[in-house]
């Protein structure tokens, strides 16, 4: 009888705010089903209702009182009056927000409230008794329709759904990985065993296997589909080729550890050829840029080589028949190419990221070993993706760190879905929903304030529309041009052994010079030297930074005075470059850059007159220039 009265108290309180609550599913009018649908979902919801009566019966005695007050509570956050924006500001003052200290103040009333029930219910929520039954409602709930008209379309898609409906572990595994995009379980299931049958992996290790279903519930309709290519076709070809990366050890040090959640977010939304291309660029051309700070990890390329440049006409340079992503290296671009950039690079490595777009603006939110982080834009505030604004995301990857506590969260999730409640606002921080519901939200806020798990600040916004030097304590970047000796010290230098400044001559007479052979192998703003991806060489990058040009002095020893051809082992980006060496003071040589791609090749054969003795090169860039790394010159005598 008491159980009966608390639902009718958050039951009429629900009424109230049902109309201030986002649903979880799409305005849309839904197409209409098929017989065969009809039939199917009517099984479905049979299916429902039995669940839906055991769950009910199973739930404990509440407290009345107790839970009308912390609803209240709740309640009043909606009713908040919405701040103004006298100034038109683009980014205006966000209503539900830690920013608003009316809002604070609600919310902090409303967790006090929320912490009473939640010990009450805790026994309840902390027990695995009602765990799969509860994962089956909330699937069935979701996704009763969209499975009758996906199983309506032939055997082999219902095969795919009857799959699921009758393996109660994985309907666990779906719904505590967050079930899937647009409720589109047939597809991700079929995509989820399309990647099974291609590995073996994702069937017999744990880790692999909640990476393959992870990102089938992220991306059900595929990811990128080339013309030709099924969805299942098109995200198993990304899954192997993440795999291989994995296994060929060319992915990030954390990526086995990332969490099945986590994994949804591996796979850009970019084709699998820009991501392959970006992984292979960034380890021959900025490999320093592998080693930094998780917070800049990667995605450092978008401030070191694509400048802001507005109103570039795209393609750059059409006859190349280069994708896009190689194109935003020729001239760099705003907001949008940059954050194309910077996700496809941390993507590349298997630091999972997402778009973080605001009003008028691009930018990208990324994983980190310390949480997740939004990068080149405004705070989680003001950001927002497939309907969710960033802070409803933000404090999920926080509350999901702590997995034992998180489940309590799904629980009380999924009983709201047994009551039939509507979902706290997912574009309105913490307002609205169901009993149930709401008290999933403030478990969460619970959880990281319990753990003391702090929100990472954001980083890059000072680059979000320039691109000017700035310092930042998360990477090594410094605000100076690197002229003075104490302003060089600040740059992180190589460690160099006398190998790596050894000139060498082989048999035939070629002579080596490893970039490192110089008179100073120290780092500036300008010039890097820096280890090469596998750390088994040096190389130089030379790179946009900074107001003037350096030179870099090598002493070459030579048997007999004559002409030398000499090459430079290079790789670039960008095209038409070209750096200039100056032999002995005197004479001065072009030396024309090919556009390699990303890989390492040699430059064209300058022959130069050089003298018996000791030769003095000195290699320079002209400003403005564009990022080239070197890993070696040589000399080759003409015979």
Not at 599 to 609: H, N
């Amino acid at each position: 009888m008491k159980q009966q009265k608390i639902i009718s108290v958050f039951s009429a309180a629900v009424v109230v705010l049902t109309g201030l609550c986002q649903v979880s599913t799409a305005a849309k009018k839904p197409e209409p089903l098929t017989p065969q649908g009809a039939k199917l979902l009517a099984t479905y919801t049979t299916t429902l209702a039995a669940l839906k009566k055991e769950i009910v019966a199973s739930l404990p005695p509440m407290d009345a009182k107790k839970s009308a007050t912390y609803f209240a509570a709740h309640g009043a956050i909606a009713k908040l009056p919405k701040l103004p924006n006298p100034q038109g500001l683009k980014i205006a003052p966000v209503t539900f927000s830690a920013g608003n200290p009316a809002y604070a103040e609600a919310q902090a009333n409303a967790l006090l409230a929320a912490r009473a029930v939640l010990k009450e219910v805790e026994p309840f929520l902390n027990s695995q008794k009602m765990h799969a039954q509860l994962a089956k409602c909330a699937l069935l709930t979701a996704g009763a329709r969209e499975m009758a008209a996906f199983a309506s379309l032939g055997e082999e898609e219902k095969a795919y759904v009857d799959l699921l409906l009758g393996d109660d572990k994985l309907i666990v595994d779906v719904m505590e990985l967050g079930g899937a995009y647009q409720n589109k379980y047939g597809q991700a299931v079929r995509n989820y065993k399309a990647i099974q049958k291609a590995s073996k992996n994702a069937v017999d290790k744990e880790f692999f296997r909640l990476w393959a279903l992870a990102s089938s519930l992220e991306h059900p309709d595929g990811n990128h589909v080339p013309e030709g290519k099924t969805a299942p076709e098109a995200i198993t070809e990304f899954y192997l080729n993440y795999e291989k990366a994995y296994l060929n050890k060319e992915l990030d040090p954390a990526f086995p550890t990332l969490t099945g959640w986590d994994c949804r977010f591996l796979f850009p939304f970019r084709p699998l050829e820009s991501v392959t291309w970006m992984r292979k660029m960034i380890r021959n051309y900025r490999p320093d840029h592998m080693k930094l700070d998780y917070r800049w990890r990667y995605c450092r390329i978008v401030k070191t080589d694509v400048p802001y440049t507005s109103s570039v006409s795209r393609p750059v340079r059409p006859d190349l028949n280069l994708s896009s992503m190689q194109d935003f290296f020729l001239e760099g671009g705003i907001c949008g190419p940059r954050a194309f950039t910077g996700r496809a690079a941390t993507h590349a490595f298997g630091i999972p990221s997402r778009p973080a777009p605001q009003t008028g603006h691009a930018a990208i939110s990324h994983w980190t070993p310390d949480g997740w982080v939004t990068v080149f834009g405004a705070h989680w505030t003001h950001n927002h993706f497939r309907g969710q604004c960033g802070l409803d995301f933000e404090l999920e990857s926080r509350a999901r760190r702590k997995p034992e506590e998180y489940t309590q969260v799904h629980r009380a999730n999924w009983l709201g879905d047994a009551f039939g409640e509507p979902i706290v606002a997912r574009m309105q921080f913490g307002v609205g929903g169901g009993f149930w519901k709401s008290l999933a939200h403030y478990k969460k806020l619970a959880i990281v304030e319990d753990a003391e798990l702090k929100e990472l600040e954001s980083v890059g916004a000072e680059f979000a529309e320039s691109n000017e030097p700035a310092i930042s304590p998360n990477s090594d970047w410094i605000e100076e041009d690197g002229s003075s000796e104490k302003k060089e010290k600040e740059f992180p230098q190589v460690d160099l052994t006398e190998a790596d400044k050894t000139i060498t001559t082989d048999k035939n007479g070629v002579i080596t010079i490893p970039v490192a052979a110089c008179s100073k192998p120290e780092s500036t703003e300008k010039i890097r030297f820096m280890k090469s991806f596998d750390e088994k060489f040096v190389q130089l990058h030379y790179n946009l930074a900074g107001n003037r040009p350096e030179l870099r002095s090598y002493t070459v020893t030579l048997p007999e005075a004559g002409t030398y051809n000499f090459t430079a082992t290079v790789v670039t980006v960008t095209v038409d470059r070209s750096f200039t060496i100056r032999a002995n003071r005197r004479n001065m040589h072009e030396v024309a850059v090919p556009y390699t791609l990303g890989e390492w090749m040699e430059t064209q054969p300058v022959p130069m007159e050089l003298k018996a003795g000791k030769n003095k090169l000195q290699l320079t860039l002209k400003a403005p220039n564009k990022g080239l790394s070197i890993r070696c010159f040589t000399l080759t005598p003409v015979k």
